[in-house]
């Protein structure tokens, strides 16, 4: 049997609170309920019996949580009393704990109820113990003298001086210092002096009774150096009518407050993702427009210079404007690794390999003057991922350090396996449990301070100076690590050097063997009179890949949509070896129309492209159904070589 618990329940579905009741099993309780809706049934369970919690959801047809509370506190019950909700949103949440809700419990976390719980029927005691005692003071000093040597809570006495007269076992206990050490003391012996002087105000307002009658949080320094945040009620210390001192009841509210500093770094850490996630979109969709844009630049500055000798001033021209959009489809292609939408190859790979295969192009990439160290656990798991983002992974992260460092320093890389529990994963909101692969990388320069760490996973955010670097490495780096389902955790200090940790998830499947594709040269990319569909709602990349295909040796048909398409399918029998068509079409997407091109003929070889790299893509499906996709932009060469590939694949 666990322990019993009398809890009222306010709800209005009989499901909801048997997973309640259920997580309280689990949590070592035996839980006794009556679970009411509306303000007189909760008005009758509490004239019945008394009862050790409330549980309430937020909203129902005739009740709500403010409601319950109101209930409460109209009875003068001081119970602890819970909100479970499904619904609330966090202004509502916070709201809720300002009118006297003692914790929210989102329904799809349930875990979180029975430390809640405990937590606060704890504090329960706590606060009723405290209650006694203040009573007590009050009666006699007898009394009082009992009351203050057995009361969980620190009570003291000080002169008008603010030296100690008396102080109780548990405020001993709490800052480690002996009755004798106190009796010697003043208040400004154990408070960091910066807080000397509003100490003595509070103290003076207090003497005055100028002070409001609440409890007050201050720091103080216990024996051990350690700080201590402490929650104090005091009041004016009376002898024969006249006030000689003050006499206080101090609680240590460190654990307190430390989750609540824990919260709120919780809080803003999931800001800081939610934005990255704003970021991402926005960036898959301005790379989807760039990519067709550069598709059309590359593809026309291509025949344009297929045209021209290469001692024609034009020629040039035309060379620069290719290698423009080149690069541009390069930091295109980052900004799609950043917001995650990039397709990956995925392999069976241990990262011990690819850092040993870098290792002569990060010690060239770095200089002679920073030496690169491994620690490299020779046991290490392996990771289903894409190979070629694991070395810009190493690489990014590698320069980063570089860059942070002067001469003669040192970069450490290591790896390990980690096994990560629930524990972790309630510090560190973003992680999930199961077993990882941790890639460190260590470096002893600048370091950074909070506010360079909010910002150093954004797009184009750099500290360096102009012409010395894009802002995209660390972003590129966030993006792959996110698309692996993984996380990376930063630690820096200022003057003493950064760490980023990347956790991927570990794999122990068995690598599957590929076969190699037989890749075609390009003298052997002319068509031979093959008809193709070709499908594309863009204008220009329609006009350009038109001209590509069919004077290469192609026959070729056009169609803006798919409606055209089928049309065109129609009327010359199917007589097609190829269909080449966007995914992305206006009513029906490129996927649609291919299967429906299949049903009419099997045989039909697919090629499919697209500027999109997230879900628009289909990308899951498309590797999948196992069709050929090239990623726009492509160019002039690209482009037959694929098609050739295609059309000869299975001959």
Same mark, same amino acid.
């Given at each position: 049997?666990?322990?019993?618990?009398?809890?009222?329940?306010?709800?209005?579905?009989?499901?909801?609170?048997?997973?309640?009741?259920?997580?309280?099993?689990?949590?070592?309780?035996?839980?006794?309920?009556?679970?009411?809706?509306?303000?007189?049934?909760?008005?009758?369970?509490?004239?019945?019996?008394?009862?050790?919690?409330?549980?309430?959801?937020?909203?129902?047809?005739?009740?709500?949580?403010?409601?319950?509370?109101?209930?409460?506190?109209?009875?003068?019950?001081?119970?602890?009393?819970?909100?479970?909700?499904?619904?609330?949103?966090?202004?509502?949440?916070?709201?809720?704990?300002?009118?006297?809700?003692?914790?929210?419990?989102?329904?799809?976390?349930?875990?979180?109820?029975?430390?809640?719980?405990?937590?606060?029927?704890?504090?329960?005691?706590?606060?009723?113990?405290?209650?006694?005692?203040?009573?007590?003071?009050?009666?006699?000093?007898?009394?009082?003298?009992?009351?203050?040597?057995?009361?969980?809570?620190?009570?003291?006495?000080?002169?008008?001086?603010?030296?100690?007269?008396?102080?109780?076992?548990?405020?001993?206990?709490?800052?480690?210092?002996?009755?004798?050490?106190?009796?010697?003391?003043?208040?400004?012996?154990?408070?960091?002096?910066?807080?000397?002087?509003?100490?003595?105000?509070?103290?003076?307002?207090?003497?005055?009774?100028?002070?409001?009658?609440?409890?007050?949080?201050?720091?103080?320094?216990?024996?051990?150096?350690?700080?201590?945040?402490?929650?104090?009620?005091?009041?004016?210390?009376?002898?024969?009518?006249?006030?000689?001192?003050?006499?206080?009841?101090?609680?240590?509210?460190?654990?307190?407050?430390?989750?609540?500093?824990?919260?709120?770094?919780?809080?803003?850490?999931?800001?800081?993702?939610?934005?990255?996630?704003?970021?991402?979109?926005?960036?898959?969709?301005?790379?989807?427009?760039?990519?067709?844009?550069?598709?059309?630049?590359?593809?026309?500055?291509?025949?344009?210079?297929?045209?021209?000798?290469?001692?024609?001033?034009?020629?040039?021209?035309?060379?620069?404007?290719?290698?423009?959009?080149?690069?541009?489809?390069?930091?295109?292609?980052?900004?799609?690794?950043?917001?995650?939408?990039?397709?990956?190859?995925?392999?069976?790979?241990?990262?011990?390999?690819?850092?040993?295969?870098?290792?002569?192009?990060?010690?060239?990439?770095?200089?002679?003057?920073?030496?690169?160290?491994?620690?490299?656990?020779?046991?290490?798991?392996?990771?289903?991922?894409?190979?070629?983002?694991?070395?810009?992974?190493?690489?990014?992260?590698?320069?980063?350090?570089?860059?942070?460092?002067?001469?003669?320093?040192?970069?450490?890389?290591?790896?390990?396996?980690?096994?990560?529990?629930?524990?972790?994963?309630?510090?560190?909101?973003?992680?999930?449990?199961?077993?990882?692969?941790?890639?460190?990388?260590?470096?002893?320069?600048?370091?950074?301070?909070?506010?360079?760490?909010?910002?150093?996973?954004?797009?184009?955010?750099?500290?360096?100076?102009?012409?010395?670097?894009?802002?995209?490495?660390?972003?590129?780096?966030?993006?792959?690590?996110?698309?692996?389902? =993984?996380?990376?955790? !930063?630690?820096?200090? +200022?003057? @003493?050097?950064?760490?980023? &940790? /990347?956790? %991927?998830?570990?794999?122990?499947?068995?690598?599957?063997?590929?076969?190699?594709?037989?890749?075609?040269?390009?003298?052997?990319?002319?068509?031979?009179?093959?008809?193709?569909?070709?499908?594309?709602?863009?204008?220009?990349?329609?006009?350009?890949?038109?001209?590509?295909?069919?004077?290469?040796?192609?026959?070729?048909?056009?169609?803006?949509?798919?409606?055209?398409?089928?049309?065109?399918?129609?009327?010359?029998?199917?007589?097609?070896?190829?269909?080449?068509?966007?995914?992305?079409?206006?009513?029906?997407? =490129?996927?649609?129309? !291919?299967?429906?091109? +299949?049903? @009419?003929?099997?045989?039909? &070889? /697919?090629? %499919?492209?697209?500027?999109?790299?997230?879900?628009?893509?289909?990308?899951?499906?498309?590797?999948?159904?196992?069709?050929?996709?090239?990623?726009?932009?492509?160019?002039?060469?690209?482009?037959?070589?694929?098609?050739?590939?295609?059309?000869?694949?299975?001959?």
């Amino acid at each position: 049997m666990g322990t019993p618990l009398r809890i009222l329940i306010i709800e209005d579905s009989e499901d909801d609170t048997l997973l309640i009741m259920h997580e309280l099993k689990r949590g070592g309780y035996d839980p006794k309920y009556e679970r009411v809706e509306t303000a007189g049934a909760m008005n009758d369970a509490l004239n019945q019996q008394e009862w050790d919690i409330v549980i309430s959801d937020h909203s129902m047809p005739h009740f709500n949580s403010f409601n319950a509370l109101d209930v409460l506190k109209k009875r003068g019950l001081d119970l602890p009393f819970f909100l479970v909700s499904g619904t609330i949103d966090e202004e509502m949440a916070v709201s809720a704990m300002k009118t006297g809700v003692h914790d929210y419990i989102m329904k799809g976390n349930l875990p979180r109820l029975v430390p809640a719980v405990q937590r606060e029927l704890r504090e329960a005691v706590v606060r009723r113990e405290r209650k006694k005692a203040e009573e007590a003071l009050r009666e006699s000093e007898k009394k009082y003298r009992t009351l203050v040597t057995q009361s969980p809570d620190g009570i003291f006495i000080v002169d008008l001086q603010g030296t100690f007269l008396a102080v109780n076992k548990s405020m001993c206990e709490s800052l480690k210092y002996s009755e004798e050490d106190f009796l010697s003391m003043k208040i400004w012996d154990i408070v960091p002096e910066k807080y000397v002087d509003l100490h003595k105000k509070r103290l003076a307002d207090i003497l005055r009774g100028e002070a409001p009658n609440e409890a007050a949080e201050y720091v103080v320094r216990g024996k051990d150096e350690k700080m201590h945040y402490i929650e104090v009620l005091s009041s004016p210390y009376f002898r024969e009518n006249e006030v000689i001192g003050l006499q206080g009841i101090a609680r240590d509210i460190t654990e307190r407050k430390r989750a609540e500093e824990e919260r709120e770094k919780m809080q803003a850490q999931l800001i800081q993702a939610q934005k990255m996630e704003s970021i991402g979109t926005l960036a898959g969709g301005v790379a989807h427009d760039f990519n067709n844009l550069l598709t059309t630049i590359q593809g026309y500055a291509q025949l344009a210079m297929m045209s021209l000798k290469e001692s024609d001033s034009f020629y040039e021209n035309f060379k620069e404007i290719q290698q423009a959009s080149v690069r541009a489809a390069k930091l295109t292609r980052q900004l799609l690794l950043f917001s995650r939408q990039q397709p990956m190859d995925l392999h069976l790979i241990t990262l011990n390999e690819t850092v040993d295969n870098l290792m002569k192009m990060l010690q060239r990439l770095i200089g002679e003057d920073i030496t690169v160290q491994t620690d490299l656990d020779p046991n290490l798991w392996t990771n289903m991922a894409d190979p070629g983002n694991m070395e810009q992974v190493i690489m990014n992260l590698v320069v980063n350090a570089r860059d942070a460092m002067s001469e003669g320093k040192k970069i450490t890389i290591k790896t390990e396996n980690v096994d990560i529990d629930e524990g972790y994963c309630e510090i560190y909101k973003y992680a999930h449990p199961g077993k990882f692969v941790c890639l460190s990388v260590e470096d002893i320069g600048i370091g950074m301070d909070k506010e360079v760490i909010q910002h150093i996973f954004e797009p184009f955010f750099t500290t360096k100076g102009p012409g010395k670097g894009t802002g995209l490495g660390l972003s590129v780096v966030y993006g792959i690590v996110k698309q692996n389902e =993984g996380w990376i955790n !930063v630690y820096s200090e +200022l003057g @003493r050097g950064s760490v980023f &940790k /990347v956790y %991927l998830p570990a794999s122990f499947v068995e690598s599957k063997d590929e076969t190699k594709k037989e890749v075609i040269s390009i003298q052997d990319c002319h068509g031979k009179g093959e008809r193709i569909l070709l499908v594309e709602d863009d204008d220009g990349i329609r006009e350009f890949a038109k001209r590509v295909l069919f004077e290469s040796g192609y026959v070729g048909f056009e169609a803006a949509n798919a409606e055209e398409a089928l049309n065109i399918f129609g009327k010359e029998k199917g007589d097609f070896h190829l269909v080449f068509s966007d995914v992305v079409l206006p009513e029906k997407s =490129g996927l649609q129309l !291919v299967e429906q091109l +299949l049903c @009419r003929k099997p045989e039909l &070889k /697919v090629l %499919l492209t697209s500027g999109y790299t997230d879900q628009k893509s289909q990308w899951p499906v498309i590797r999948e159904k196992g069709y050929r996709f090239i990623q726009k932009p492509y160019g002039l060469t690209d482009l037959l070589r694929v098609v050739r590939e295609v059309i000869e694949q299975g001959k």
